[in-house]
């Protein structure tokens, strides 16, 4: 067998050609939207999930994941950069509950939900989005309404559901809507509307520190944080002064290899 055998007379006529092309050091690959569209399709039903200060292995997360989530179907882990983890569900019914019925704990950590988004690259600054559960109080009977509802929502972050239960006046203690809200942000604590004021509870949320991921504390009462932004100033502050002896010069830089 020789390589002709598995090529096309058209590759076999190219070969002649392509040692003559011009070295493109950046070859650009086009993708058509027809593809691309293809492609997203089977990621739609995907959470991107990560626990927050903690590290967990893909067999520990995949156990917990398909023994709290996978109530109908097994559902596929595959771990990701920056110790994020793609949950890839088969079933609607286990990706709505993943998605909508939080907040969850993973060995005493936070467990961010994210839905799955196009071009998602995991970084250490990946803006943090995470759907939670919002409660409003006291609403009076006229706005209790989906079509109210959506719009409070909307107002917050992105809505992603009016939570069904509550549209029945039988439970109209709270109203309870789930939202995407964005984690650099604070937290809208209320609103106003026809001319009243209403407070939002986010369910779980009001004590858990969204940086070393544990209960009991916000961020900003977090230890591990202010430690850890202690040593960055200090290590800040030790590689201006080197920069300083060295008087700026990037040449030492590169002779190191640097
Ligand atoms: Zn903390």
Redesign the pocket.
Known sequence: MVAEDYLSDQEIRDLGTESQAPFNPKPSIEVTLEEYDEWCKSWKQTLIVKPL?KRINLQTMERWINSRWGRNEAIRVMDFEERFFMVRFSCQEDYGYALFEGPWMIADHYLLVQRWRPLFIPQKTEVQKLATSVRISNLPTEPYNKHFLWKVGMSLGVMLRVDELTSIHSRRKFARICVEIDLRRKLVPSFTALGKDFKLEYEGLHQI??????H????D?????AEETKQDAEKHGEDSNRRHHRGGDNAGNLRQGK
Not at 221 to 225: N, T, Y
């Open positions: 200060g520190c969204f940086s070393c991921g544990r009991g504390h916000k961020m009462g977090c230890v591990e944080l």
